[in-house]
């Protein structure tokens, strides 16, 4: 087949997220399908500045073609409308504006998608909240599958959403419960499958990592959180939940490795090591005695699934009903909504090592059931089989999707 | 050596929940909290109210809401709406409100924007345990009718 992959942004020093999920997909289907995709020049998330240069490349298997940005995002514009939007007295027209300023403004490949866009079998978009998906996707409806790679946050309430959730002719969940939060926005009636994301078998388990581990002010024990140091990850809450901890007179190091967003708490048990390599992160995985996940949202957790193929228990944030959904389903970890709960639970995962290997190497059993590659592209293919392209405008009762639309619904496609 | 038994989270959360739960009643007995919470049975009845409010997903669909009068007159306004009733400089007042006004003034906003949220956080969990109890009483209302039989007619009514 010949397929498009809509991303705002890809490259590959762009890991994690909806981008880092794109990729690994996209190189999966080149394999077998003819893959163009189709992005940005952006690299920062948040300015949206042009980095790569526009036109054709390629990157492996894969067709690269990348359009330029308009214009940066105004922050504090995108500030002031995020407000309006998440007090939820907005209008469409000011949730319209919201995916307009949150970007990135890419009128290249709009024009493209209008002009060639039939010229795929089918075009999978990542991420409904840029704009590259929530404008795109309309121009393609018939032979898109989105996505949506939504969270509980608060845009997922914003009243516009019903309709677009409604538009596209298949979807690829990562999670059941983001399956069931889009489907709470728009009865989901096109084909569908929960894919999560692949997981490769773990290489060179049992090297020894702890002197690279030594060098880096890494001590046993220690309990690990991987990825973006950032309040809205949930680190903020982390970091009182574990310094009230190890108030209470418990030994143990917490280890914080990503990039940081905020200021993290200078404290004697808390070790922050910035940014780390893949072979790092694979020394810190073999040794943690826990995984610690306090993101409030969250459509999937890839570090959790990495964590279990390295057979390590995790603590997540019980509020978040995909972690806690994650590791009921793969008896993986336990969960928490208290500091007194975090408490407790992290004293169970620690005073009991061999419950806490049980939950380790349960959850690893639990990669190997539902997240290799093979499962997870069978998902796939299942769904671009069962798509049947259309470029007419669906009329009849069997395709509902512009049955629901509005007279405000036709004016934002329009308009887009 | 393999275990033979699976370590099933379903079975070891209850558990930790329900000392973290114990734990709690004792510490605000021992503080002067209700003397009713004594009474472990009562105590788990009532933190298994409030916390299926706090815990409730959808703090957006409320009835009391519903209810009271319009939203503007009780709804914390946590959003910057920059506006003028001026027809025809209006515009450009807007515009210096937006580039010149708003710049300046905007760390106060953002100061104190952050609480005015968690307000509006406080307001709606507050709202969610009063619909809780609500449901909890209507409920109950309804199992002790279904309990106590009808009075009979008075003669002669």
Redesign the interface.
Known sequence: MKLACVIHRFGKDIAGGSEGHCRLVAEHLAATHDVTVLTSCAHDHVTWANHYPAGESTDGLLRVRRFPVAHRRDL?RF??IS??V????ASVEDEDEWFRVNGPDVPGLLDYLRDHGREYDRVLFWAYRYATTYFGLPLVAGRAVLLPTAE?DRLI?AGGLAPFFALPSGYLFLTPEEAALVADRAPVRAPSNVIGCGVDPIRDEGRDSSSRLAEHGVADPFVLYLGRIDPNKGCDSLLRHFSRYVAGGRTIQLVMAGPANMPILEHPAIRALGFVDEAMRDALLSRARVLLMPSPYESLSMVLLEAWNHGVPALVNG?C?VLRGQ??RA?????Y??S??FG??LD?LLDRP??AR??GA?GRAYVDREYRWPTVMAKVEDILARVTPSDERRTTNDEPNDERRTPNDERRYRRS | MQ?EE?????T??PQ??A??RD??RRRLVSRGGPPEFRDAEIFECVHDVLARAA?R??T?VLLLPELLAD?EAWKP?????LSSHRSVIGPVIVFLKRRLL??LV?WLF?YT?ENFRRQDYVNRIVMACLEELAIENARLRRELTARVPPASPIAGR
């Open positions: 504090a500030r002031d407000r309006v998440f007090s939820g007295r509980e309430h509020r009903a590791v009921r008896d993986g970890g336990l969960y909504r208290t007194a709960e407790a639970a169970y061999d419950d049980a939950l349960q | 275990r699976p370590v099933r989270v379903g070891i959360m930790i929940e000392a973290v734990e709690l815990d997903r959808g957006d939203e306004a946590v959003e910057l709406r708003l710049p905007r953002e924007e």
